[in-house]
């Protein structure tokens, strides 16, 4: 049997696999599915729309799937969906999806989420991701696979946030942050490129030759944004295995909004 202690209020409804922990205090909400081996611990609250993958450990004082912090919110059954392997720390706060969005926010696989992060509604993040303690979404944020957010980042709505990325504590980010990029700043400007991080995750020195050039293109040659996509496009040229990282990064151009733009 699902082994929630006697203190804790779990729905009738709500769906936990049998290997399911539920701690002193907390609360299961009627529409929340909970997969295998997952760990709820004392004194959390998962209410709305949630649903909850497999291996999760969540730590004491969270709240998942509240509504969201939109005063056009009318009650309607958004969602907030959580993937396998995640470890989610003290005092997180995830909110459902909005209507005014995808209807949904979501949080891959195997994330390192510490203390005091915010995750606002349609917020959308990948996989192996690292949020230091207090990094906070706005609503509609999207967050790439292996991203790094500094401690005390603040990431303004509808922003975007490049895979293999990292931000720097106390970062302050308006703009998209482009694929492999350092920054650093309030608000953020661009510093390097996150070289260490693809040196851990088996980059080979061609294809970080590769991010080198496309730093030095969008950063140092003073190109106009379009000049700089064009030169970007012929760096994989020389080096096949670096294709699908300039594919990555020149969507992730072509997607930035005028409007907006990305740190430079």
Not at 12 to 41: E, F, M, N, R
Not at 75 to 92: A, H, K, M, Q, S
Not at 98 to 107: D, K, N, Q, R
């Amino acid at each position: 049997m699902t082994a929630v202690h006697s203190t804790a209020i779990v729905a009738p409804s709500a769906q936990l696999d049998s290997s399911v922990t539920v701690g002193p205090y907390s609360i299961i909400g009627p529409h929340v599915k909970i997969g295998a081996y997952t760990s709820i611990g004392p004194h959390c609250v998962v209410e709305g729309h949630t649903t909850i993958g497999q291996d999760n450990r969540i730590f004491q004082f969270s709240s998942l799937g509240a509504v969201p912090q939109d005063k056009k919110y009318g009650g309607e059954p958004c969602e907030l969906v959580i993937g396998d392997r995640n470890t989610i720390r003290e005092f997180c706060t995830f909110n459902i999806g909005s209507p005014g969005g995808t209807g949904v926010t979501h949080l891959g696989n195997d994330n390192w989420i510490m203390a005091y992060v915010h995750l606002a509604h349609d917020c959308l993040v990948g996989h192996h991701t690292i949020f230091a303690n207090n990094s906070q979404l706005a609503g509609h944020v999207q967050v790439g696979d292996w991203a790094i957010l500094g401690g005390f980042t603040v990431v303004h709505q509808f922003v975007r946030i490049g895979a293999h990325s990292l931000t720097a504590m106390c970062t302050l980010l308006f703009a998209d942050l482009p694929p492999f990029v350092m920054c650093q700043g309030q608000p953020a400007a661009a510093r390097s490129m996150n070289f260490e991080g693809l040196r851990r995750r088996g980059f080979s020195s061609e294809r970080i030759a590769v991010v080198k050039a496309m730093h030095r293109t969008l950063y140092r040659d003073n190109l106009p944004l379009q000049a700089a996509c064009d030169r970007i496009a012929d760096l994989g040229q020389n080096c096949p295995d670096s294709l699908p990282d300039v594919e990555m990064m020149l969507l992730f151009l072509r997607q930035s909004q005028a409007k907006r733009g990305i740190v430079r």
